[in-house]
Structures are given as structure tokens and as C-alpha cells.
């Protein structure tokens, strides 16, 4: 078990609880949607966070799959509501799907179901300094890899800082 919380790591800028190297784009592009059971896709583990800059906008798309039990994922965002832009079946073209993106009253969710051998796109502002969750809420499937953390940097001023640990938070 850890003895150092995420959040702590990143409040007090403590070194060697995590990195901020997760990857932007995935490390092996294939047919997501198709007969992959030739590809070596084992997860890693490790403590790999994203950091954003405060503000910053984030577009995010979840990619489903049909790999080995193919079912639609409902991914849960901590800290933040997002609006979903977009979603559609087969894999995502990021040349000409988000052409079709809905920019004009997009609905607002902090949970979306990925549909099985489709995609889901997301945005969000940045603007809740701290570490937070993203991932499946299909409990056993974080065990799987269908997991990430973001780290949102502090903006300026108190207001857009992350507070202070409480005096009495116990230890890990």
C-alpha cells in the first residue's frame, strides 16, 4: 500500500509518488472496433497522472472496444461536470468526427457510457486545482487499466489554489 496520498505528493511537492507522463494519445493505434485478439495488450502498472494547467480546456475521447468482453463502459469524472460533444459508433476519425460535434448545447454529465465498439468525446475546464479520478465504474474493471488521474495545477490567487491539507487528516 502507498503511504504517501496522491494529493498530498502534489500539495507538498513531494517527489516519487507519481509521475506526469501519462501518455496524450494512445501508445498503439489499431482497429479498436475489430478482431484483435493477436495483440499484446496487457496493461501497466504504474502511477502515471496528466497534468493540465488551470483553465486550460480538456477534450477528451474514450475509445470502446470490442476486445475480449466487449460492453459499454460508464466512465465516472471526479472534480468536474463535462459536456459530451460527441459520440459515435465504430472508431473514432479525428479528421471528420469532430465535424459533427454538438459545440451549441452540448448536455452536461460528470458520467458517461462509452457504447461497446464506439466512442465518446468530452470537455471540461480545468478550473478545480487538484488530483482527480477518471474511470470505469465497473469496479473490477480499474484492475483492468480503465483508469487515469489528472493533476489541475494551482491558477493565481487563493481562489484558484488548492487549500490546504487539515490539520488532523490522518495518515495513509
Not at 505528493?9 to 496524450?24: K, N
Not at 494519445?25 to 493540465?52: D, E, H, I, V
Not at 460533444?85 to 462509452?114: M, W
Request: glycine share 8%; net charge negative; proline share 9%.
Amino acid at each position: 500500500m502507498p503511504t504517501t496520498a496522491l494529493l498530498q505528493a502534489h500539495y507538498y511537492g513531494i517527489s516519487g509518488v507519481f509521475t506526469d507522463d501519462f501518455p496524450a494519445l494512445p501508445p498503439n493505434y489499431f482497429n479498436y472496433t475489430g478482431n484483435n485478439t493477436a495483440f499484446n495488450l496487457q496493461t501497466t502498472n504504474g502511477t502515471r497522472a496528466y497534468r493540465l494547467s488551470f483553465n486550460s480546456t480538456v477534450q477528451l475521447v474514450l475509445q470502446g472496444t470490442t476486445m475480449i468482453a466487449p460492453e459499454s463502459h460508464p466512465f465516472h469524472l471526479h472534480g468536474f461536470n463535462f459536456f459530451v460533444v460527441g459520440k459515435g459508433f465504430g472508431n473514432f476519425d479525428p479528421d471528420n468526427d469532430p465535424k459533427k460535434f454538438n459545440l451549441a448545447d452540448p448536455v452536461e454529465r460528470n458520467t458517461i457510457s462509452v457504447p461497446t465498439a464506439g466512442w465518446a468525446a468530452i470537455r471540461f475546464r480545468a478550473d478545480n486545482p487538484g488530483v482527480w479520478f477518471l474511470h470505469c465504474h465497473l469496479e473490477v474493471h480499474t484492475t483492468w487499466g480503465l483508469k487515469m488521474v489528472f493533476v489541475v495545477d494551482n491558477g493565481e490567487g487563493p481562489s484558484e489554489s488548492l487549500l490546504p491539507p487539515p490539520s488532523d487528516l490522518p495518515s495513509c
